[in-house]
């Protein structure tokens, strides 16, 4: 079965440091690109960027360039999303994404479960 | 950055009535263009990719049509399960983005 596991629910302090994971299962982790997607409370998807893990090659949404950075490790088939300051405007739930098919310009219909980070003083 | 327009971002319908939900691009871009279903506490469902293709698994009232600049989704005869909340997606490039979503509720 094909498969995207999050890491958990984080609550943290502002200016702290978080790194989340996305473990993907059940396909060629390097052949697919991997997006992430920021929904904040009550509101729509914004889509924060994309990586490929099978060369690292990473593409970022304007909003989101500078604000955080995404990387994988492909000797264990996870994404991540970090953030080296955490802000109150963090606050969401953060879902990773992979498209049906190799390559860009296909629709994602794998998500995982989503992670929720939650960043209160 | 490529914008889309969804419309209305709020519907109030009955069960057994046909919905259609329109999403608009700041520019072209051909076919390449999703349609998901989010309902509360879940992650998005692919309903539609490519536009106008069926994702597999989805009941056969949900149809897309469109393409360049104008989309839109359609329910043909809404169901109990059918209330959330739905966004279209451009795939023309590596910078994708998300409609602002339409919330179809329950009249």
């Known amino acids: 079965e094909v498969q995207l596991v999050q890491s958990g629910a984080e609550v943290k302090k502002p200016g702290e440091s978080l790194k989340i994971s996305c473990k993907g299962s059940g396909y060629s982790f390097t052949s697919y690109w991997i997006g992430w997607v920021r929904q904040m409370p009550g509101k729509g998807l914004e889509w924060m960027g994309i990586?490929?893990?099978?060369?690292?090659?990473?593409r970022y949404s304007p909003s989101f360039q500078g604000q955080v950075t995404i990387s994988a490790d492909k000797s264990i088939s996870t994404a991540y999303l970090q953030w080296s300051s955490l802000k109150a405007s963090d606050t969401a739930m953060y879902y990773c994404a992979k498209p049906m098919v190799r390559g860009v310009g296909h629709a994602f219909d794998i998500w995982g479960q989503g992670t929720m980070v939650t960043v209160s003083s | 950055d490529i914008q889309l327009t969804q419309s209305p971002s709020f519907l109030s319908a009955s069960v057994g009535d046909r919905v259609t939900i329109t999403c608009r691009a700041s520019q072209g871009i051909s076919s390449y263009l999703a349609w998901y279903q989010q309902k509360p506490g879940k992650a998005p469902k692919l309903l539609i990719y490519?536009?106008?293709t069926l994702q597999s698994g989805v009941p056969s009232r949900f149809s897309g049509s469109g393409s360049g600049t104008e989309f839109t989704l359609t329910i043909s005869s809404l169901q109990p399960e059918d209330f959330a909340t739905y966004y279209c997606q451009q795939l023309n490039s590596y910078l994708l983005t998300f409609g602002g979503g339409t919330k179809v509720e329950i009249k």
């Open positions: 990586i490929y893990p099978g060369d690292s090659d990473t």
């Open positions: 490519a536009a106008s």
